[in-house]
């Protein structure tokens, strides 16, 4: 089996078999060349397959995305190809729900906002979503779950109607972008959406969901207190006007953490070594916080803790730096800073090293 792989996917060695013949590429220099003299090919999210980039199949056979969302392939043209794809659908939907929570109770302390006496709307209750409800749930905060396309696909959902969402006093997204059909989610968050004033808007699903000059002119216009975005409009080459206003601002990274990373290759290959009709035992993953031991001298809240642990600062800051660049420093930069910086441990993992347990506040129990 030969294997083509894009080089920033998580512990691709370890996880691919040793039988398998593996190369990768560099993503950054563009479209892989000699694609179809492999039998797989592995990707994320910077690399768009499509009937201009792969015109035809010749030897592939299977293409997996080791990310949840697939809104950069052209899954009806790989299938008039006859090649086979795969996605990682929610192996990152814990750590999106953690930069949630984190962001959440950020905004709460900054704006002196008690999240408990909130209600939170969450459009798209898939993976993400309903692993950000489970939290909420535990948590006692009130939320409206809205996805009309689940409600229609699943008979045990019911979704909030649309006016039960826009009484909330947060939004957060968790939908893929579609352009088409009743359920279409390109600028679901638009300007008569956002005519009825919210204190916060939280969008870390896909770019495009909401719309940003509306939201910037509901922020001038005190209809929308604060946002957060993760993901862009015309991303890697995000505004920097609606990053500058942003309250919080990062790239793209509301799944990154090494857990989801480790998932989202493992759950790729284990499809891709099947698909050839071949068993799969991946290796356990063991990696742990390099300070095995941590210890703080003073209680902390839990948005102290969820704020100490996440990396939403670092990334809120880098991101900053990268307005008013040039069109390519800027894309290369937004590359950089998702590729090359070292990812966080999720909450589970890191609670686990702390030597002084009983100064953490009583909410990490929601994280197992």
Known sequence: MKVLADKHLYALEQLVPNDAELKTYDPESGFPEGVTNYDALLIRTVTKLNSETLPKSGNLKFVGSATAGFD?????????????????????????????????????????????????????????????????????????????????????????????????????????????????????????????????IINASRGGVVDEKALLESKRLGLVRDFILDVWENEPLFSGKIADQALIATPHIAGYSREAKWKASEIVVRTMVEFFGEPYSPPNQNELPENSSLADPERLTFADFLWKN????????????????????????FADLRSNTSTRFEFRTVIGQYSNRDKLPEEIKIFG
């Open 72 to 200: 950069h392939v052209d899954i009806n043209h790989l299938k008039s190809l006859g090649i086979e794809f795969a996605r990682s659908e929610g192996c990152n939907a814990n750590a999106v729900a953690e930069y949630m929570l984190t962001a959440l109770y950020r905004w709460g302390q900054l704006r002196d906002e008690q999240i408990e006496d909130l209600k939170i709307g969450v459009i798209g209750c898939g993976n993400t979503g309903g692993s950000l409800i489970g939290y909420l749930r535990k948590l006692g905060i009130e939320y409206v779950p809205y996805d009309p396309p689940k409600a229609d696909r699943e008979e045990k959902f019911t979704s909030a109607e649309l006016h039960e969402l826009l009484s909330c006093d947060v939004l957060t997204f968790h939908t893929p972008l579609t352009n088409n059909g009743v359920h279409s989610t390109y600028h679901i968050c638009n300007e008569k959406w956002l005519e009825n004033s919210f204190k916060l």
């Open 310 to 333: 996440h990396k939403i600062d670092f990334y809120d800051q880098e991101l900053r730096k990268l307005i008013g660049l040039s069109a390519d420093e800027k894309g290369q930069k």
